[in-house]
């Protein structure tokens, strides 16, 4: 699928999923390449008139909202996020989610847990029955990687340092921690898969969205197709 289709897939889906935003709302405002174009969207709504409130899941997304014109407010201000729309990198048909390709899994998960609503917007070619396709992302503590690096290991779960440009030094998050990417093909049972990273201390988050999504909206040719949980 080339380059072009997926952006004309994540257009539409985002279309769609902005047009659901309603005056006075708190807005989380997911990251990656498939929310910021939702970010804009909503900023040329704000531009109309529209009145809302943001709350974004990385710097990134809080850099462009704001060239966007979106007023930004954080969760100590509004711990109650009414609607979330964020990508994903997987997703299969119980809207179970592998995110994190961009390391913004933290602050995007929770952004989600404090939202009523979590829509993920995406082309589809990131639909994958069985959930897999793509590495999945733990955050980690600097100072316990080599421990939890080893204990995946023996766990049956090799994994990747996530590193910059140059090759070697440690990407950081927006929290300063490191991401390991979990090399597994297939995720045959991501709840169980979740139990075993969330015991493991030194892991901050994990980058499996497991019953967090109320809806997906995937564009499909010159479709939107909407999924909901079973
Ligand atoms: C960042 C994410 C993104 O939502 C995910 O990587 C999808 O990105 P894109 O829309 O660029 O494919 O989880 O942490």
Do not use: W
Not at 25 to 54: K, N, P, W, Y
Not at 122 to 127: E, G, N, V, Y
Not at 179 to 199: F, G, M, N, R, T
């Amino acid at each position: 699928m080339s380059d072009d289709s997926k952006r004309h897939e994540k257009i539409l889906a985002a279309k769609v999923a902005v047009s659901m935003i309603d005056e006075a709302m708190v807005v989380g405002l997911g990251s990656g390449s498939t929310a910021a174009i939702a970010i804009e969207l909503l900023g040329e709504r704000v531009e109309q008139g529209l009145d809302i409130i943001g709350v974004a899941t990385s710097k990134e997304s809080a850099r462009i909202a704001k060239h966007c014109g979106i007023r930004l407010s954080d969760l100590s201000h509004h711990p109650k996020v009414d609607l979330t729309i964020d990508g994903a990198d997987r997703f299969d048909a119980q809207c179970r989610l592998i995110k994190g390709g961009g390391g913004a899994l933290l602050h995007e998960k929770i952004v989600a847990f404090a939202s009523k609503k979590l829509i993920i917007i995406a082309d589809s070619s990131k639909r994958r029955d069985p959930l897999g396709g793509f590495p999945v992302p733990v955050e980690v503590v600097p100072m316990a990687v080599v421990p939890v690096k080893e204990y995946l290991d023996q766990l049956g779960y090799p994994s990747v340092l996530r590193v910059r440009d140059d090759g070697h030094t440690p990407k950081l998050t927006d929290e300063a921690n490191v991401i390991l990417d979990l090399k597994i093909d297939v995720v045959h049972d991501p709840e169980k898969l979740a139990l075993q990273l969330q015991s493991i201390p030194g892991i901050v988050e994990h980058g499996l969205f497991l019953g967090m999504a109320d809806m997906i909206l995937f564009g499909e040719g010159d479709h939107v197709i909407e999924m909901t949980p079973s």
